[in-house]
Structure formats: structure tokens, C-alpha cells
């Protein structure tokens, strides 16, 4: 009864959003209200604390509002300037080919700027690019969102395995006890979390060397003319050279250097080889694919942005590289305010927004506003004026239209956030009922079902936790030392389940409902949120099986 009930907001979201195909502010909505009362009458959650955790989510909500903003303000701001068009056209240079196109653009630029932001960033900047480039709107959010699975235990600069994993071992200020002999066995935290990191990215030569071309194979199936998998297939050879141009430098840069920089040092090896090979074309299909004419498609695939030239847009035509600065300069920018040891980051980060002890519960949130990305957006922005020539009225209208299409966004992170905070924030000392919060339930009543195939649903419990909570570093900080829990139980290297853990917490990113918010509204795409994670579970689901499937053998040669 208890795993049913902790099973009901989960059931709710996929329920409304994406098998009833409500908006995501109805779906959310229910949910929230579904979810307070289950954690009111059986969870015997107090109301402040009810009070408390919606205010927490909402505070949450406005830190990825933050961001969306900065993600909507650059485009609008490229496209008035002019840069749109001369990106789009050096794109076209590399090749005319979609299937090329997606992968550069999503698999490799968005892992180099997952590598540097992490936070949904990627989606908020790839798929936009994409869709000015003449991608479907709804094509590129979904695209866009599978493409940001391998990279994100290493995104920010190390975020999910250096916060998430490492605090999410620590039980009552010190490391639990259940993980303190692979801790002492590795020789301390760090080499512990560089091992599982080496760990993940051993599985994910194999898991995710395989996404782009199930990235094209979608795209192709769902937005081609001909629906076909076939069409997406035939571009098989050149899209395991950039899943492997990506994974393999990855596996080594965490084996030398640890989980800092492998998706960014990933992202940009990766670019470096195969943008030089798609220009020659090498392995790339000899026949080009394209999408029909835009008349063709569904009114569903249509962004409610517009991305092509209007009667405020600049004349002017940029050269290719001063077209390409801002997006250049976001990376510089946000690889230099994330490295620890330049004094930028601590900078930024001395200036916190937020509320602590929210109505005695000891529930605390804030936010960063000068370290989030949101705020380098923002930089760029302003140096874009003045590097692209602008006028006033033209930054004053890239404002203006950024600020409406927040609106749709904001009114679902509200409902969406409050309801996640709830939902985790229902155990423990939070309650009456002497149970666990719901999210912790549900794990435990999966883990005593599977036994010694447990490592085959890992994954799942990481991407559970992605789903409800927004982020993959919340997903480890949540479920890393229940999982090295149930590795002791069922005799198995704790290292390699919390690995199958973070490969979850990645996979969980692709249908989560925030970043899939977050992204659908930087083009426009508000109120289709169930139809883009109907495409992006597909993925998903593979991602988790086919690592889950390589955990169990692993656990069987390990022992």
C-alpha cells in the first residue's frame, strides 16, 4: 500500500502529461494537489512543512526561470542582430545534412556547454540553435534533450558526481559507514568518486556511443518525410564516429584527470574531429537528408518563437566569426567562472538570493544569481550589442519579447517545483508516520523485489530520481547511498551500483519534467511537454536497460 501511494505523483504526471496529453500547467497542477494530500493524510506531513517545500519550489522555479530568460534573450538578440543567419549558414557549410547537423550541434557543442553549465543549459542553447537552422521546433526540444544524457555526471564542471554523489554518501555530517571501506579501499572520497566516475564512463563506451544514432533515428522516424528508421540508420557509420569521438576522450580524461573536465574536454575533442571529417566527408551518407518543406509539417512541430527575419531585424551581413563570439563567449564565460581555482567563481557566488529556516521546518533555498548561467547570458547579451553594432530599440525589443515568453513557463515551474519538494521532502523528521520520504519508499520496495538482479534496475531508481527532482546532482545526492546500501546487501562492489546510479541520474535528464519545460519554452513550445517526452522516454528506456543489462554481468565478475 505504501509503494503504491508513494507511486501516485509519479503515475499522475505520466498520466496527464503524456498519456490524457494535458498541458503541463493542468498536469502539474493535479499533481501537486494529489501529492500534498497523499502527504498530508498518510505521510502525516504537517502543513508548514507543506507551506515550507512549496515555497522552496517556487524559489527553485525562479532560478531556472533565470536561466530560460537568459537562453530566450540571446536568440531573440541573435536574431535581430543578423547572426542567425550567418550561423546558419556556416552550419550549412559543414553540410546540408540533418543527421550531420544534430549531431555537431546537440551531441558535441551541447556536451562541451554541459560540460561548462550543466543546469539544462545545452537543450536551452542547442535547440534553439537548431530550429533557426530550419529544425522542427518540437524536433529540436526533443533532439536536443536526448542528446544531454552521456554528459551530464560530468556537467558543471563535475557537479553531479563532486556534489551530488559525494554529499549523498554522508549521513550525519560524516561518511556513512556503509561506504567507509570502498572509501578507505580507494585511498580517501576523491579517488572513490574518480573511480566511479571511470566506472560510468567504462559502460558508457557502449551505452552512450550508441546515442546519436538513435538521436537520428528518431529524428528521422518521427519528422521525416517518409517516417522512416531506415533513413536514420544509413547515417549508422558516421554517427558511431561521433559517439565514440565523444565517450572515448571522455573514459580518458577521467582516468588521468578525474570528473572535472571530461564532457568538456570531450565536447571539444569531439568537435575538433569531427567537424574537420563531416567538412571532408568522411563516413558521412553520400545521399543528404532534409526535412519536407515547412508547409508539410504538423502544426504540432511548430515553435511559437519566431526565428526568421522581421522588419526590426538588421541588415547588416556579420562575418561567420563575429556571428559566432556570443555563442563562443558563453563557453569561455562559463568555463571561467566554474574553474575553483580562479577567484571568479567565489566572486560569484558570494551573492546568494533565498530564505533559510523557511517557517522553523529547517527547509533552506537560494540561488546565485551572478553564478548561474542565466547571468552570463545576460554578459553576452550586452557584449553582442556593442560587438554586432545594435540599436537600443533593437536590445529593448529582445527584452521585451523574452520577458512574454516566460509567462507559460513560469506558471508550470510553480506547480511543477512545489510538487517535487513535497514529494522528497516527505520523510524522515518531515513527517509523523515514522516512514521514509516517498522517493526513498519506492527505491526500497523495488530493491527487496529484485535481490541479486537489482544492477538491472539501478538505473531506473537514478532516473526516478532525476524525473522528480529536476536534476541529476539531487538524483545522486538522494539515492547514492541507497544504492551503496543494496550493494552491500546483495554482495556487490558499491562503486559499480552508484555508477549504474549516475548513468540513471543522466538518463532521467532526457524526460524530466523541468528541462523539458525549460527547453520546449526557449522556442516557444509551451502546452507540448507530454508530446515531446513521449518521443524522448523511447531513448530514455534504452539508456537505463542497456546499462542495467551491462551492470548485472558486470556484478556477476566482479563478485
Not at 521546433?137 to 551530464?152: K, Y
Not at 563532486?162 to 578507505?184: C, D, H, K, R, T
Not at 504540432?300 to 551581413?317: L, N, V, Y
Not at 515531446?532 to 542497456?546: A, H, K, Q, S, V
Request: glycine share 10%; charged share 10%; net charge neutral.
Amino acid at each position: 500500500m505504501t509503494t503504491l501511494i508513494a507511486l501516485t505523483p509519479i503515475i499522475a504526471v505520466m498520466l496527464f502529461l503524456v498519456v490524457l496529453k494535458m498541458t503541463a500547467v493542468k498536469a502539474m497542477t493535479i499533481s501537486l494537489i494529489a501529492t500534498a494530500i497523499l502527504a498530508i493524510l498518510y505521510w502525516q506531513v504537517p502543513l508548514v512543512i507543506i507551506a515550507a517545500s512549496t515555497i522552496e519550489g517556487i524559489i527553485i522555479g525562479l532560478s531556472i526561470l533565470y536561466i530560460v530568460f537568459g537562453a530566450i534573450l540571446l536568440l531573440n538578440t541573435l536574431q535581430l542582430s543578423g547572426a542567425i543567419n550567418t550561423i546558419r549558414t556556416s552550419f550549412m557549410g559543414i553540410s546540408t545534412d540533418r543527421r550531420v547537423q544534430v549531431i555537431i550541434i546537440a551531441w558535441l557543442f551541447g556536451a562541451f556547454i554541459e560540460g561548462a553549465a550543466g543546469f539544462g543549459t545545452p537543450a536551452a542553447i542547442a535547440a534553439p540553435l537548431l530550429v533557426a537552422l530550419g529544425f522542427p521546433a518540437m524536433a529540436a526540444v526533443a533532439l536536443a534533450l536526448i542528446a544531454n544524457s552521456s554528459p551530464v555526471p560530468f556537467a558543471a564542471v563535475g557537479t553531479p558526481m563532486i556534489i551530488g554523489v559525494n554529499q549523498g554518501l554522508y549521513e550525519g555530517g560524516s561518511v556513512s559507514s556503509v561506504i567507509q571501506p570502498a572509501v578507505e579501499m580507494s585511498g580517501g572520497m576523491r579517488p572513490l568518486l574518480q573511480e566511479i566516475g571511470i566506472q560510468f564512463a567504462q559502460i558508457d563506451v557502449f551505452v552512450g556511443t550508441l546515442m546519436p544514432l538513435i538521436i537520428v533515428m528518431l529524428m528521422t522516424r518521427f519528422f521525416g518525410k517518409n517516417r522512416s528508421w531506415k533513413e536514420g540508420l544509413a547515417a549508422w557509420k558516421f554517427a558511431i564516429f561521433a559517439g565514440l569521438a565523444y565517450t572515448v576522450p571522455a573514459l580518458i580524461v577521467v582516468t588521468f584527470l578525474g570528473p572535472e573536465f571530461p564532457t568538456i574536454f570531450g565536447g571539444l575533442i569531439g568537435l575538433a574531429i569531427v567537424v574537420p571529417a563531416a567538412k571532408k566527408g568522411f563516413l558521412v551518407p553520400k545521399k543528404s537528408w532534409d526535412f519536407e518543406e515547412r508547409e508539410a509539417w504538423l502544426d504540432s512541430w511548430i515553435g511559437r518563437i519566431a526565428t526568421g527575419p522581421d522588419e526590426h531585424q538588421s541588415k547588416q551581413k556579420l562575418p561567420a566569426i563575429k556571428a559566432w563570439i556570443p555563442y563562443l563567449a558563453v563557453g569561455v564565460l562559463l568555463v571561467l567562472t566554474r574553474l575553483e581555482f580562479l577567484p571568479i567563481r567565489e566572486l560569484l557566488q558570494s551573492v546568494s538570493i533565498g530564505l533559510s529556516d523557511i517557517f522553523g521546518t529547517g527547509i533552506s533555498e537560494s540561488f546565485e544569481p551572478f553564478y548561474l548561467p542565466g547571468f552570463v547570458f545576460i554578459v553576452v547579451v550586452l557584449i553582442t550589442f556593442f560587438v554586432h553594432n545594435m540599436t537600443p530599440k533593437q536590445l529593448g525589443l529582445s527584452f521585451q519579447r523574452s520577458g512574454k515568453a516566460l509567462i507559460g513557463t513560469a506558471l508550470t515551474l510553480f506547480t511543477a517545483l512545489p510538487m517535487v519538494r513535497i514529494f522528497i521532502n516527505s520523510g524522515g523528521d518531515m513527517n509523523m508516520s515514522g516512514l521514509e520520504s516517498m522517493p526513498i519508499e519506492l527505491a526500497n520496495s523495488i530493491s527487496g523485489l529484485m535481490g541479486p538482479m537489482y544492477p538491472l534496475l539501478a538505473p531506473l531508481i537514478g532516473s526516478l530520481g532525476t524525473f522528480i527532482s529536476g536534476s541529476a546532482t539531487f538524483s545522486n545526492m538522494m539515492f547514492s547511498l541507497f544504492q551503496s546500501s543494496v550493494a552491500d546487501q546483495i554482495g556487490t562492489d558499491p562503486r559499480l551500483i552508484i555508477a549504474l546510479q549516475v548513468m540513471g541520474s543522466s538518463a532521467g535528464n532526457m524526460i524530466c519534467v523541468m528541462n523539458v519545460v525549460a527547453a520546449a519554452a526557449v522556442v516557444g513550445m509551451n502546452g507540448r511537454e507530454g508530446a515531446i517526452i513521449r518521443i524522448t522516454i523511447i531513448p530514455m528506456l534504452y539508456y537505463t536497460f542497456f546499462a542495467g543489462v551491462i551492470g548485472l554481468i558486470l556484478s556477476f565478475i566482479l563478485v
